[in-house]
């Protein structure tokens, strides 16, 4: 797992998983929890309060990293255009303004074999302009563990042999010839950070 701090924004947990087999149990999961009322509800809400993006659609840390990004941005300002900062990362990714599309897409489905898990602490850990520190990351790791029935490996080593770039480029529009990757990379985390700009 990594943990990033952004100035002034809270702290960001990230983890990658491969040889994923719970995938279609945590997305009906997920969809249940959404439904359920009183403390129930609330704590089941909690237990699956990350962003589930399937890591077939990334093609670079950076790409994850604007996007995640770009969402701690629209929270801080009370801008966001879903529910929560979460789902904000999901939609972030997406070139278009659907939400349901940016879950369809970016989302957990009952496929996925590579999950990144993201955990975005809460506003008020974060203390002048720096992280808190209050979300224990051994804790966030062994919640994420407990999730999700799965390999954990390094963030980079995973997103390399995850992605589909076929679908990346029919996602983005981009032309279904050979193209070099890092050509499309940049194209791709360009297009993730002017969507706010954008819209």
């Known amino acids: 797992m990594q943990s990033a701090t952004y100035t002034g924004l809270p702290r960001v947990h990230i983890c990658f998983f491969t040889a994923v087999q719970n995938a279609a ?36 840390h950076l790409h994850l990293r604007t996007a995640i990004y770009q969402a701690l941005l ?13 789902s904000e990362i999901l939609f972030a990714l997406n070139p278009s303004n659907n939400i349901t599309e940016a879950i369809k897409r970016f989302g957990i489905n009952d496929k ?3 999950l990144i ?3 975005v602490g809460n506003v008020d850990e974060t203390v002048d302009g720096r992280a808190a ?3 224990d990351d051994n804790a966030v790791f062994d919640r994420m563990k407990s999730l999700v029935q799965g390999r954990p490996i390094n963030l980079e080593e995973g997103i390399e042999h995850a ?3 076929d679908m990346v480029k029919k996602i983005y529009k981009l032309p ?5 990757r890092t050509c499309i990379q940049e194209v791709v985390v360009s297009s993730v950070a002017m969507k706010s700009v954008m819209s």
């Open 25 to 60: 149990a945590l997305r009906s999961r997920l969809i249940a929890a959404a439904g359920i009322d009183g403390t129930h509800g609330d704590v089941e809400r909690e237990a699956v309060n990350f962003a589930f993006v399937d890591a077939a659609s990334i093609v670079s």
């Open 74 to 86: 629209a929270h801080s300002r009370g801008s966001l255009r879903t529910k929560t900062v979460h």
């Open 112 to 114: 996925t074999q590579a």
């Open 117 to 119: 898990l993201v955990r």
């Open 133 to 135: 520190g209050t979300l």
């Open 163 to 165: 992605t589909d770039w």
């Open 176 to 180: 279904q010839i050979s193209a070099l």
